[in-house]
């Protein structure tokens, strides 16, 4: 049975990922910075499913850490799903570098130091898939968002140029954009009822997208056709508008 690591394994996202991958046979390591908290999660896991699971103390920014931690993997995954992510507060991030800074690192240099470790391994043993999530807020800065907006893009363009680089090695990268989920991250915000998603959907469109073979898929499937229509928006007109 093929295993399945899933880095942010404390994320609502990510637990609905690791209840659906498990539901189709695959073991799954869950990677968190909360140890007792992925224990807890893995032991569920094992009585609903059958499967086999494993905690990793795992922290995003401890960039040092990364590649020691893969190796010790006592059986290296077939696949990988990063979940890391942080919201932020946009207007704090105007004033305090140090919340910028943890916004693009926990979005994007955190996944990117994992993620380059994980690829060359996949790239040597021809094989594997990699499931990233980035956000549409990555396909056009808005004020609204537009520091957390930005690391995003950072990492739809990594994701891009790594399934590039690894088609040929029969290893898979697929992109995934959500759109509002209704998720402990998001908790307090007004999101709108009709463009909110829960978890689960979130996992059952993405394992979708994974048995079809897809590169990129946008959650819930509308959000594709709504950021279609604000990236054509004219500058002129976008930059006076508030979104």
């Excluded at 590649?67 to 077939?78: G, R, S, V």
């Excluded at 956000?135 to 990492?155: E, I, L």
């Excluded at 209704?182 to 993405?206: C, F, H, W, Y």
Aim: net charge positive; with cysteine; glycine share 8%.
């Amino acid at each position: 049975m093929a295993w399945l690591l899933v880095a942010g394994a404390k994320s609502d996202v990510a637990r609905a990922l690791a209840a659906k991958f498990a539901q189709n046979g695959f073991n799954i390591y869950l990677a968190a910075r909360n140890y007792a908290e992925g224990v807890h999660d893995g032991k569920d896991l094992e009585v609903r499913y059958g499967v086999k699971t494993a905690v990793i103390e795992f922290n995003a920014l401890d960039y040092e850490a990364h590649e020691a931690k893969y190796n010790a993997l006592p059986e290296k995954p077939l696949g990988v799903v990063c979940t890391v992510g942080y919201l932020g507060d946009q207007k704090k991030a105007e004033t305090y570098f140090e919340e910028t800074r943890k916004i693009i690192e926990s979005n994007f240099m955190g996944c990117v130091s994992l993620l380059n470790i994980v690829a060359r391994d996949f790239e040597h043993r021809k094989e594997g898939f990699i499931i990233g999530i980035s956000s549409v807020a990555g396909d056009r800065g808005r004020q609204s968002n537009y520091t957390y907006g930005s690391a995003k893009a950072a990492f739809s363009v990594y994701l891009s140029g790594l399934r590039n680089r690894l088609f040929r090695c029969n290893v898979r990268v697929i992109t995934v954009k959500p759109g509002f989920i209704k998720t402990r991250m998001t908790e307090g915000l007004q999101l709108p009822r009709l463009l909110t998603s829960n978890p689960a959907d979130v996992a059952q469109d993405i394992f979708r997208a994974y048995k079809k073979g897809k590169d990129i898929v946008y959650t819930k499937w509308f959000w594709k056709w709504i950021m279609l229509v604000i990236r054509i928006i004219p500058e002129r007109i976008f930059k006076k508008m508030k979104l």
